[in-house]
């Protein structure tokens, strides 16, 4: 959190006392003078001091890696808003019950986040060969093969220069060695990671003690008692997020190089950000509108996306993309036999020995370095399933295809249509769409036709609404 005393300087701190100095001389005296002169000096101060609480926040703004959140702890601090997500007071552990034992809580979420992709694809249409037909959806994607990818072994220089561009965070997983440690350390242990990368890059093994992390529920929002509520954020050990920015660095420069990643995909890639995907969306919808077409847009929220990645399927998408042999190995090391547990205090005080283990099925870990560029590569080729008849616009999981025709009936079909391609693709990819928070809605003028459009999927309904002036909603 932001202190608010921050801006204050010596400076200021005199100016303060002088002023009240002049306070009581004003008060002792009840002269008219020293009354004038005592507004103005007030009036001047306070223009300094606004003046310096602004170059205070500006500076930390402008030195801010993640200026979004930076902003937003400033406006907590100076409204006096403060949440602590991490603080989980209570938890609805099934049949009505709530509890309050710390370790209750941990045990709930525990088997939540391990049992949950099993819940979701239990409710999902697919085929025995999904794979197959997975595939068969790349192929027609993509029609030429891309080059196959050989992991460069890794240099002292290269791992050094990871260790220093780590930030000093004071966080730890399970091993109990902050990056923060690691940095201090780093002129004198760059050489025994980079040996290990290496043999690891050489046999295809992502070491075993690297694939333990420790989970911490980061509350979303809504229902603080409803688990359904929170993320799983993992904290890995910190040599293990060395070898995690290898693999990332190296996938990454093969993805960039050979124009494997979706143009209208806009999440974790350079130059690209939510507002170059709001603007292409609102610019879409406007120039439907003034072309005087019929627009709509399929707005789809994944159920625990991360969480429900196929590590089969994903594992021939990165073959599929030239990602094969010894590398394609050592990803499927990465990947499996993969433990976590989940802790609800910010403490390992009670000691590793203690810790519940559960060994993941499924899954990207969110807080791992490679984990979302996976997922990218993973939901890679969906934009050409329904880009024929409507532009879809991708943040990471967050999906959304704007769909325009000219003619009403045309209109109506091709909206359907696209969703119901969406909704055969996230299913044979092992993905389920959560249709009370999906959401259907038409753009409209002011004098318009409405469509009427109603989509059901195994008698769940898709919510649906009609902007006539393209409002946005907080």
């Known amino acids: ?63 801010s890696s993640n200026k979004m959140k930076t902003t937003w702890n400033i406006v907590k601090s100076i409204t006096d808003k403060k949440t602590d ?200 919808i406007l120039q439907a509108l003034n072309n005087k077409s019929f627009v709509g847009g399929i707005f789809c929220d994944l159920e625990k996306a991360f969480d429900c990645v196929n590590h089969g399927i994903l594992l021939k998408k990165l073959e599929f993309y030239g990602i094969v042999g010894s590398a394609n190995t050592l990803m499927k090391s990465y990947l499996k036999d993969r433990y976590h547990c989940v802790i609800v205090k910010d403490s390992l005080a009670q000691g590793n020995a203690s810790l519940n283990w559960g060994k993941i099925k499924y899954g990207v870990l969110q807080g791992s370095v490679p984990g979302p560029l996976l997922l990218l590569l993973y939901i890679n080729h969906l934009p050409k399933v329904v880009n024929t008849f409507s532009q879809p616009i991708l943040f990471v999981d967050d999906t959304s295809v704007i769909v325009n025709n000219t003619n009403c009936i045309n209109f109506e079909k091709d909206f359907i249509f696209s969703f119901d391609q969406l909704n055969k693709w996230f299913n044979t990819n092992l993905l389920a769409l959560n249709f009370d928070k999906t959401q259907c809605l038409q753009f409209k003028t002011m004098n318009s036709l409405t469509i009427p459009i109603n989509i059901s999927y195994n008698n769940k309904c898709v919510g649906n609404n009609t902007d006539k002036i393209l409002r946005y909603y907080y």
């Open 1 to 63: 959190m932001i202190k608010n005393n921050n801006w204050i300087t010596p400076g200021i701190k005199v100016s303060c006392r002088h002023k009240r100095e002049l306070y009581l001389l004003y008060k002792n005296n009840n002269n008219y003078k020293i009354k004038k002169d005592y507004k103005l000096y007030c009036r001047i101060l306070s223009d300094v001091i606004k003046a310096a609480k602004r170059l205070h926040y500006d500076r930390l703004i402008s030195k």
């Open 85 to 284: 997500s991490k603080v989980i007071q209570s938890i609805d552990t099934g049949n009505s019950i709530t509890s309050k034992n710390q370790q209750d809580i941990a045990d709930t979420f525990q088997n939540y986040f391990l049992s949950v992709a099993d819940k979701i694809k239990s409710n999902i249409n697919s085929k025995d060969n999904c794979d197959n037909e997975c595939m068969d959806y790349q192929f027609r994607a993509f029609k030429n093969p891309f080059p196959n990818l050989i992991f460069d072994h890794t240099s002292t220089k290269e791992i050094a220069n990871i260790i220093k561009a780590f930030k000093p965070k004071i966080s730890s997983g399970y091993d109990e060695i902050s990056l923060k440690i690691l940095k201090i350390s780093s002129p004198f242990i760059a050489a025994p990671p980079n040996h290990i990368c290496n043999r690891s890059i050489l046999s295809g093994n992502f070491p075993s003690g690297m694939k333990y992390s420790i989970i911490i529920p980061l509350f979303k929002k809504g229902d603080k008692k409803d688990i359904k509520n929170y993320r799983p954020i993992s904290l890995l050990t910190s040599f293990s997020k060395i070898f995690e920015k290898v693999i990332h660095a190296r996938i990454l420069e093969h993805a960039i190089n050979n124009n494997i990643l979706s143009t209208e995909q806009f999440g974790f890639i350079s130059n690209s950000s939510t507002q170059k995907a709001t603007f292409i969306l609102v610019n879409d």
